[in-house]
Each structure stands twice: as structure tokens, then as C-alpha cells.
């Protein structure tokens, strides 16, 4: 079936435990990496036997179908990171909720602002992480403190690159469209008080405990759908009438239309229906298209 001279390596892994939504079907060959030297042996492999391969970190943001994921998935846990001076330098798996309690003891402020969205720091770089500003009036992109990463380039080459690499838009970056891997990611961090920091913490778990399903409740993989510049695509859901429309176990969340939470036991293809649903009745009832900002992945 493969020829990969990889350790530590199983066939036929449930995905699901492995997700935020907890909902995923097998991969066909399964690798957990610890450190960037293990996260390139696994991919140059793959690369070298012309085996499809998928990088999960978190396993946030992202539905996996029910048929799961043909080929190779590589479970990033590379977790080192270093501080020198108001600079931090993370490898590409680590949590950044890890991180946010380390830059709170070491008191340098700018990943607080993510404080309780499940990612890693390559996740984070994918999706080009990004949350309301303390004043509620701007989106904060964890691309704005990004300083430089090391890269496995597509030809096994690698690189140091800067932040403009990464062409970050919204939900975007060129990681969507290039297979370039994340080794590692330094940013440039303000020193600040531990009470501004975690004043900032509070404040931003309190909105989102007051407007958003919270994971231990209600697994979900975050917002579905990309936000319309000044409408907010959970506020169109709602106008359409949609929230608590249940398909199967997968609901519309009765407390933020903009996520489908997984009420125990929802197939990729509950949520799939709800999506399409969505977009059909949010087009047909208020003429707009909702485009989908989650990374669906697999076969069904």
C-alpha cells in the first residue's frame, strides 16, 4: 500500500477525537510528530512516495467528512517555543492557548486577543487568526505580529521568510494555495503589565461566553461562514429564521446562528446539509451568498 519509512506510524485512525467538532471518519495512515525535524521526515516522505498527506493541529476550523482522509495525516505536536527579549519563537504545533498563559507570566502582550479559540501556531498562520480589538470597532490578525517563520518549501528546500509571505487576508493566506509547511513562526510582542493582559483575557472570554456556544458544551469547529463586511453573516441566519434548525445531531446554534454545534453523534453530512441549507435560504430570502470560511476535508 506505501512504502514510508516513517516511526510510529498506524493505518485506519478515527479522526473525530482528534477534532473540535468531534465529529471525522478514518485517516488510511496516521503520524504524530513532536518536533520540525520529525514534521519534515514525515512530509518529505510522503512527498517522495507521492502520498497524499494532510497536516491537523488543533483540529479546529475544519470538518472532516465522514469518509475520512485518504492518505497520510500528520499530527502536528511540535511544541517548543523560546522568548528572547519582547520576541517569541513557537514551533509550528504549538497550542496558543499554552502560549498566551506563557506570554502572560513573561508579560509581553499580543496573542491575548485569541484567548480561547482552539489553534496552533501554524493553524493560526493558515487561517490568519483573528479576533474583535479591545474596542470592539477593528478585526486584530495574528499576521500583524507576526515577525518571520521558518518554511519547508514544495521542493523540500527551506526558507526564512517574512510576513508578507504570506499574503494574509481574511480567513486566508498563501497556505491555502502553495504546499508550504510551517516549521516554525516568531513574533514581535509589547512588553505590558500581567493585569493589562489578563484584564484584556477577561474581557474577551467574557463577550464570547456571552455570544458564543462554548466548545465544552456544544463541540463546534467555530464560525461556518466568512462575515460580510458590516452585516455579519450569523446575523443573516438569524433574519432567515434558521437558528436551532436541527439535520440529523447537527443543529444551528440557538445562541449564535453562525455556528453549527455537533449535539452528539452529528455526521459530517448533517453539518454539510445545514450548510447548504443555510446558503439556499439566506440567498433565496435576503439575496446574499454566504461563502463557508471552515476547511472541509475528506471523502464523504
Not at 39 to 48: G, M, Q
Not at 268 to 297: H, M, S, Y
Amino acid at each position: 500500500m506505501h512504502a514510508l519509512d516513517i516511526p510510529s506510524l498506524k493505518t485506519n485512525v478515527q479522526l473525530a477525537p482528534y477534532t473540535t467538532y468531534g465529529i471525522g471518519g478514518p485517516a488510511d495512515l496516521f503520524v504524530s510528530v513532536t518536533s520540525p525535524k520529525e514534521l519534515v521526515h514525515a512530509v518529505v516522505e510522503a512527498r517522495k512516495w507521492k502520498v497524499p498527506y494532510f497536516i491537523l493541529g488543533c483540529g479546529a476550523n475544519i470538518l472532516i467528512q465522514d469518509g475520512g482522509i485518504r492518505g497520510l495525516v500528520i499530527h502536528n505536536k511540535a511544541d517548543g517555543f523560546k522568548f528572547e527579549g519582547s520576541i517569541l519563537t513557537a514551533e509550528s504545533g504549538v497550542v496558543v492557548a499554552d502560549l498566551i498563559i506563557a506570554c502572560l507570566n513573561a508579560e509581553l502582550s499580543g496573542l491575548e486577543h485569541f484567548v480561547g479559540i482552539p489553534s496552533t501556531i501554524g493553524g493560526a498562520l493558515w487561517q490568519n487568526l483573528h479576533f474583535l480589538s479591545p474596542d470592539r470597532t477593528r478585526t486584530v490578525y495574528v499576521g500583524e505580529i507576526l515577525k518571520s517563520a521558518e518554511i519547508l518549501n514544495e521542493d523540500n528546500s527551506f526558507a526564512t521568510v517574512d510576513k508578507n509571505f504570506f499574503h494574509f487576508g481574511y480567513d486566508d493566506s498563501i497556505l491555502h494555495h502553495k504546499s508550504v509547511v510551517v516549521l516554525e513562526a516568531s513574533f514581535q510582542l509589547t512588553p505590558s503589565s500581567k493585569h493589562e493582559i489578563q484584564m484584556q483575557m477577561d474581557a474577551n472570554m467574557e463577550w464570547r461566553n456571552a455570544k458564543q456556544p462554548q466548545l465544552a458544551d456544544f463541540p463546534s469547529c467555530g464560525s461556518v461562514f466568512k462575515k460580510i463586511e458590516g452585516i455579519g453573516a450569523g446575523r443573516l441566519i438569524d433574519q432567515a429564521g434558521l437558528k436551532g434548525t436541527t439535520i440529523g445531531n447537527a443543529q444551528i446554534s440557538p445562541k449564535h446562528a453562525n455556528y453549527i454545534v455537533n449535539l452528539g453523534g452529528a455526521t459530517a453530512q448533517d453539518v454539510i446539509d445545514l450548510i447548504k441549507l443555510v446558503q439556499l435560504e439566506v440567498n433565496r430570502q435576503l439575496g446574499f451568498e454566504l461563502e463557508p470560511e471552515i476547511t472541509i476535508v475528506g471523502e464523504k
